[in-house]
């Protein structure tokens, strides 16, 4: 696993053992990429079950100013940590070993793109979407990868479900806020 493009273009990443965590592939972290492409300039982005923290170093490697960085796991932690490292992104990362929903709940910061791909099969995205979605700024997106059978709403407080494809056991769903003319 690497960083496809960008400032670290080229990385490799390392990712926790087992079979807690499911590395996004690189073909789905492309298509995501792609279809967010002009959104990393200057964005604030949070990934909430990061793993080896891939999405928010990538982000980062095209573009984005700051990303914070969540999980659980203390392997995973050390993976996140090692990554930022080796990318060089220390300086533009906050790395927190916690629950992303009593981060939610504590949390006052606005975000300009969210990652999630929680465990499967918990309930666990629609749960946390709609507490996410208050931390998101006028123009986020909120990128989740889930199980394919998962159905989600089309809306999520003033988040459209914008873009939703299947990548083989994987499904990624977008939601940004509708277009308002100014």
């Known amino acids: 696993m690497r960083v496809i493009t960008g400032s670290a273009r080229g990385r490799k990443l390392v990712t926790p053992q087992g079979l807690d965590t499911r590395p996004t592939t690189d073909k789905v972290k492309e298509a995501v990429c792609s279809a967010i492409q002009f959104d990393f300039s200057g ?9 080896s923290g891939q999405m928010a170093i990538e982000a980062l490697s095209r ?3 700051h990303a914070t960085l ?4 203390a392997e995973a932690i050390a993976c996140i940590s090692e990554n930022v490292r080796a990318c060089g992104f220390s300086e533009n990362a906050v790395i927190l ?3 992303a929903f009593a981060y939610l709940q504590r949390c006052r910061e606005e975000f300009d793109i969210a990652f999630l791909d ?12 709609p507490a996410l979605a208050e931390h998101m700024s006028k123009f ?4 989740c990868e889930h ?20 990548y083989g056991k994987i499904t990624v ?10």
């Open 140 to 143: 986020g997106i909120m990128v």
């Open 70 to 73: 969540l999980d659980t796991d």
């Open 43 to 51: 964005a604030k982005v949070i990934d909430l079950f990061a793993g």
């Open 147 to 166: 199980e394919p059978e998962l159905e989600l709403p089309e809306k999520i407080l003033g988040f459209d479900l914008q873009r939703q494809k299947k």
């Open 118 to 129: 929680p465990p499967y099969r918990n309930g666990i995205l629609q749960r946390i979407l």
């Open 173 to 182: 769903s977008i939601y940004r806020a509708p277009e308002t003319e100014e």
């Open 63 to 65: 573009g984005a100013r």
């Open 97 to 99: 070993k916690t629950d």
